[in-house]
C-alpha cells in the first residue's frame, strides 16, 4: 500500500513539470522608419512574459508595444524614439529572466549577430556593438561548461532515462550503460548541431519520453539481478540508440543558444562536457541516495517507487508531446 502511494505521489509531483526547462529568448532590433527611431522585436517563454519596463539609454524611451501570445511563446514588437544617435556602449536591458538569447542589430548600420547571457534576472543587449565581441577561451569554457550542466539538471527527461540506467545495473556494467549513452549522444549531438543530420524535434521528444517509460520496464524486470551476457549485449544497444536520440534534443539547445560562427566547435566542445559533468554528478547523488536506503532496508522500495514513477511519467510525457504535435499540424 505504502509503494502504490509513493509512486501516486511521484507522478503528481513530476506530471506537471516540463520536460525541458531551458529558457531562451530571441531579441533582434533595427532602425525604424522615422529618424532617431529603433523597433525591437522580442520572443520569450510565454511563463517568463511580462509588461515590465525596458532599460533604455539616456534619451531614449519607448514610444509603442504591441504583444502577442502563442502557445508557449510570446512576441513583443516595440518601437522605440532617441533624441541622440546610439553610442558604442548603450544597451538595452530586457526584464525577461532567460537562461540565455540569440541578438541581432543593425541598429549602427552594421548587421551584428551574437550570443548574450543574462545578468541575473535581466539581460542588456548591446544595440550599440558594431561587431560581435570576441572572447577568451576560458570565457568560451566557462559559459558553455555552465549551460551544459544547467541543461542536463533542468532536464526532467533526460534525468529519468539515466535514473532508470542507475537503478537497472551495478558496478562496472552502470559504467559501461552510461560510457554508451555519453557515447551515443555525444555523436548525434555533433552530427545535428553541424546540420549533418536534420530529424524533426516533437517526435524526437516523444521518442525521447517513450525510452524513459521502456527502461524503467526494463528495470523492473530485472529485478536488481545480473544479467547474463546475451542480455547484456541487448541492453548496450537499446541504451546506444536512445543515447542517440538523445544527443538530438541537446542540439536542440544548443542551436537556441545562438552560438557564434568562430565558437562552434569550442561551444559544442565544452557544451558537451558540461553535460557529461552535470550527467556524473546526477549519477553520484542517485547512487548516495540508494546506499543511504540500503543502511535502512528500504532500498528495494525506493528501488521500485522511483522506477514505477519514471515509468508513469514517461508514458504521460510521450502521450503529451504526441498530442501537442498531433494538434499543432492539424
Same mark, same amino acid.
Given at each position: 500500500?505504502?509503494?502504490?502511494?509513493?509512486?501516486? $505521489?511521484? +507522478?503528481?509531483?513530476?506530471a506537471?513539470?516540463?520536460?525541458?526547462?531551458?529558457?531562451?529568448?530571441?531579441?533582434?532590433?533595427?532602425?525604424?522608419?522615422?529618424?532617431? !527611431?529603433?523597433?525591437? !522585436? #522580442?520572443?520569450?517563454?510565454?511563463? @517568463?512574459?511580462?509588461?515590465?519596463? $525596458?532599460?533604455?539609454?539616456?534619451?531614449?524611451?519607448?514610444?509603442?508595444?504591441?504583444?502577442?501570445?502563442?502557445?508557449?511563446?510570446? =512576441?513583443?514588437?516595440?518601437?522605440? #524614439?532617441?533624441?541622440?544617435?546610439?553610442? +558604442?556602449?548603450?544597451?538595452?536591458? /530586457?526584464?525577461?529572466?532567460?537562461?540565455?538569447?540569440?541578438?541581432?542589430?543593425?541598429?549602427?548600420?552594421? =548587421?551584428?549577430?551574437?550570443?548574450?547571457?543574462?545578468?541575473?534576472?535581466?539581460?542588456?543587449l548591446?544595440?550599440?556593438?558594431?561587431?560581435? =565581441?570576441?572572447? +577568451?577561451?576560458?570565457?568560451?569554457? /566557462?559559459?558553455?561548461?555552465?549551460?551544459?550542466?544547467?541543461?542536463?539538471?533542468?532536464?526532467?527527461?533526460?534525468?529519468?532515462?539515466?535514473?532508470?540506467?542507475? $537503478?537497472?545495473?551495478?558496478?562496472?556494467?552502470? @559504467?559501461?550503460?552510461?560510457?554508451?549513452?555519453?557515447?551515443?549522444?555525444? $555523436? !548525434?549531438?555533433?552530427?545535428?548541431?553541424? %546540420?549533418?543530420?536534420t530529424?524533426?524535434?516533437?517526435?524526437?521528444?516523444?521518442?525521447?519520453?517513450?525510452?524513459?517509460?521502456?527502461m #524503467?520496464?526494463?528495470?523492473?524486470?530485472?529485478?536488481?539481478?545480473?544479467? %547474463?551476457?546475451? /542480455?547484456?549485449?541487448?541492453?548496450? #544497444?537499446?541504451?546506444?540508440?536512445?543515447?542517440? @536520440?538523445?544527443?538530438?534534443?541537446?542540439?536542440?539547445?544548443?542551436?537556441? @543558444?545562438?552560438?557564434?560562427? %568562430?565558437?562552434?566547435? !569550442?561551444?559544442?566542445?565544452?557544451?558537451?562536457?558540461g553535460?557529461?559533468?552535470?550527467?556524473l554528478?546526477?549519477?553520484?547523488?542517485?547512487?548516495? &541516495?540508494?546506499?543511504?536506503?540500503?543502511?535502512?532496508?528500504? %532500498?528495494?522500495? &525506493?528501488?521500485?517507487?522511483?522506477?514505477?514513477?519514471?515509468?508513469?511519467?514517461?508514458?504521460?510525457?510521450?502521450?503529451? =508531446?504526441?498530442?501537442?504535435?498531433?494538434?499543432? /499540424?492539424?
Amino acid at each position: 500500500m505504502m509503494l502504490r502511494w509513493a509512486i501516486l $505521489l511521484l +507522478a503528481l509531483i513530476a506530471a506537471p513539470a516540463q520536460a525541458d526547462v531551458f529558457r531562451v529568448g530571441d531579441y533582434a532590433i533595427q532602425p525604424g522608419m522615422e529618424p532617431g !527611431s529603433l523597433d525591437l !522585436s #522580442a520572443s520569450v517563454p510565454s511563463v @517568463l512574459a511580462s509588461n515590465a519596463a $525596458l532599460g533604455l539609454p539616456d534619451g531614449c524611451r519607448e514610444t509603442a508595444r504591441e504583444r502577442l501570445n502563442e502557445a508557449t511563446v510570446t =512576441r513583443y514588437a516595440i518601437s522605440i #524614439a532617441c533624441d541622440r544617435a546610439i553610442r +558604442a556602449d548603450d544597451a538595452i536591458v /530586457t526584464p525577461w529572466a532567460v537562461d540565455g538569447g540569440t541578438f541581432l542589430s543593425t541598429a549602427t548600420g552594421t =548587421r551584428v549577430q551574437q550570443a548574450l547571457q543574462p545578468d541575473g534576472d535581466t539581460l542588456a543587449l548591446p544595440i550599440g556593438a558594431v561587431a560581435a =565581441r570576441t572572447r +577568451a577561451l576560458p570565457e568560451i569554457a /566557462t559559459e558553455y561548461t555552465w549551460q551544459g550542466i544547467v541543461h542536463i539538471l533542468g532536464g526532467w527527461d533526460h534525468l529519468a532515462f539515466v535514473l532508470c540506467l542507475c $537503478l537497472l545495473a551495478r558496478g562496472r556494467f552502470l @559504467l559501461a550503460l552510461v560510457t554508451t549513452f555519453t557515447i551515443g549522444h555525444s $555523436l !548525434s549531438l555533433a552530427l545535428a548541431f553541424f %546540420d549533418m543530420v536534420t530529424v524533426p524535434v516533437p517526435p524526437v521528444e516523444a521518442v525521447i519520453a517513450l525510452s524513459i517509460a521502456f527502461m #524503467a520496464r526494463e528495470a523492473i524486470r530485472a529485478h536488481g539481478d545480473e544479467p %547474463d551476457a546475451r /542480455t547484456r549485449r541487448r541492453q548496450l #544497444a537499446v541504451v546506444a540508440g536512445f543515447g542517440l @536520440l538523445h544527443g538530438l534534443g541537446f542540439a536542440t539547445v544548443l542551436r537556441e @543558444l545562438g552560438v557564434a560562427p %568562430d565558437e562552434r566547435v !569550442s561551444g559544442l566542445l565544452f557544451f558537451n562536457g558540461g553535460v557529461e559533468l552535470g550527467q556524473l554528478i546526477f549519477v553520484g547523488c542517485v547512487l548516495g &541516495v540508494m546506499k543511504l536506503a540500503a543502511l535502512f532496508d528500504r %532500498d528495494q522500495w &525506493v528501488r521500485q517507487a522511483a522506477l514505477y514513477g519514471a515509468g508513469i511519467v514517461g508514458c504521460f510525457w510521450m502521450i503529451e =508531446r504526441v498530442v501537442g504535435f498531433t494538434v499543432g /499540424t492539424a
